[in-house]
């Protein structure tokens, strides 16, 4: 019988751990306590538009810089798992958009020159363009898109900066930045991907079935 090995410091660095990891989860999940009135819920403005996206036969581009990006891209591979034509803008093989397809961009602190661009760039083409941001009425983006998808969470515009004489220990934000945001966006990917599957009716194996075998 193998005894546990655990010491007294191991305990409480798993206690640490614990707490740490809850209050990161609480912080993330009051974003989806707060109304987006007079937004609609980004849940189901996600949902009914990649369900158009689907039913329409067309195809859903998307795009992000730094973290959010990351998030866009995490989100990408499992619209493709989940049977739709899926791709990121900064893809060599990532084909023209055109009027009958959806781009979806984020840009958290209302606006980046690049997500702007090419926000311009879809509208222009007749596409339709969903926009995530936690800056609805300021942001730069906003008057290049077709729909609002307001996401109520902290970013690097609303986190107040830190100052350079702030150091004390209380000071310091568990999430910095951005990483509220981020965080809410990957959450709420994951949750539009579980609701549209069963909208697409597609089972386990079929999302299974075309994942890479390339690895």
Same mark, same amino acid.
């Given at each position: 019988?193998?005894?546990?090995? @655990?010491?007294?410091?191991?305990?409480?660095?798993?206690?640490?751990?614990? @707490?740490?990891?809850?209050?990161?989860?609480?912080?993330?999940?009051?974003?989806?306590?707060?109304?987006?009135?007079?937004?609609?819920?980004?849940?189901?403005?996600?949902?009914?538009?990649?369900? &158009?996206?689907?039913?329409?036969?067309?195809?859903?581009?998307?795009?992000?810089?730094?973290?959010?990006?990351?998030?866009?891209?995490?989100?990408?591979?499992?619209?493709?798992?989940? &049977?739709?034509?899926?791709?990121?803008?900064?893809?060599?093989?990532?084909?023209?958009?055109?009027?009958?397809?959806?781009?979806?961009?984020?840009?958290?602190?209302?606006?980046?020159?690049?997500?702007?661009?090419?926000?311009?760039?879809?509208?222009?083409? &007749?596409?339709?363009?969903?926009?995530?941001?936690?800056?609805?009425?300021?942001?730069?983006?906003?008057?290049?898109?077709?729909?609002?998808?307001?996401?109520?969470?902290?970013?690097?515009?609303?986190? &107040?900066?830190?100052?350079?004489?702030?150091?004390?220990?209380?000071?310091?934000?568990?999430?910095?930045?951005?990483?509220?945001?981020?965080?809410?966006?990957?959450?709420?990917?994951?949750?539009?991907?579980?609701?549209?599957?069963?909208?697409?009716?597609?089972?386990?194996?079929?999302?299974?079935?075309?994942?890479?075998?390339?690895?």
């Amino acid at each position: 019988k193998i005894r546990s090995l @655990k010491t007294p410091m191991a305990n409480e660095k798993s206690q640490e751990m614990e @707490k740490l990891s809850s209050q990161i989860c609480n912080q993330i999940s009051s974003v989806f306590s707060k109304t987006t009135d007079p937004y609609p819920p980004p849940f189901d403005l996600l949902v009914t538009e990649l369900a &158009g996206v689907s039913r329409r036969k067309s195809r859903v581009f998307l795009h992000g810089v730094g973290r959010e990006g990351l998030m866009l891209k995490a989100f990408a591979m499992r619209l493709f798992h989940l &049977g739709l034509s899926s791709h990121l803008v900064s893809d060599v093989t990532t084909p023209p958009i055109s009027s009958s397809d959806l781009l979806i961009a984020s840009a958290g602190p209302g606006g980046f020159s690049t997500v702007d661009a090419i926000c311009s760039v879809a509208k222009s083409s &007749g596409a339709k363009v969903l926009l995530l941001t936690a800056q609805p009425e300021t942001g730069s983006c906003v008057k290049h898109a077709t729909a609002v998808c307001y996401v109520p969470a902290q970013t690097m515009a609303s986190d &107040g900066g830190g100052g350079r004489n702030a150091t004390a220990k209380e000071e310091r934000e568990l999430l910095p930045m951005g990483s509220v945001y981020e965080g809410a966006l990957f959450v709420l990917f994951e949750m539009v991907v579980y609701k549209l599957g069963e909208v697409l009716g597609e089972s386990p194996e079929s999302v299974r079935s075309r994942h890479t075998n390339l690895e």
